[in-house]
Nanobody
Framework: QVQLVESGGGLVQAGGSLRLSCAASGRSFVGYVMGWFRQTPGKEREFVAAITYSRSSTYYAESVKGRFTISRDNAKNTVYLQMNSLKSEDTAVYYC?????????????????WGQGTQVTVSS
């Protein structure tokens, strides 16, 4: 079992930046693809970004490409999401997720473990 705990959410003005963190524990981080998703009330959870364990590959939703950067520190079992040039439409609960394997995925059901989420609110 992998436990994921997100942090770093909060209230920020449009155009500002936030960095989310997700700390993993419970078992080895080795071999896990890590992803970030987000969800707003009444909508389905949507993919934001993902990164392989080796950090050699990343994948972004078109809506965040060029503004968000996913990274990870395997020594600390932590994955990050740097969010720049934030827009009001980025307001959501952001979730960290993990799936074992080498293939990146943007599908919610492909991920095995989830954090509890952290709220990001962007004021316009």
């Amino acid at each position: 079992q992998v436990q994921l705990v997100e942090s770093g959410g909060g209230l920020v003005q449009a155009g500002g930046s936030l960095r989310l963190s997700c700390a993993a524990s419970g078992r080895s981080f080795v071999g896990y693809v890590m992803g970030w998703f987000r969800q707003t009330p009444g909508k389905e959870r949507e993919f934001v970004a993902a990164i392989t364990y080796s950090r050699s590959s990343t994948y972004y939703a078109e809506s965040v490409k060029g503004r968000f950067t996913i990274s990870r520190d395997n020594a600390k079992n932590t994955v990050y999401l740097q969010m720049n040039s934030l827009k009001s439409e980025d307001t959501a609960v952001y979730y960290c997720a993990a799936r074992f394997g080498t293939w990146l995925s943007d599908e919610v059901h492909k991920y095995d473990f989830w954090g509890q989420g952290t709220q990001v609110t962007v004021s316009s």
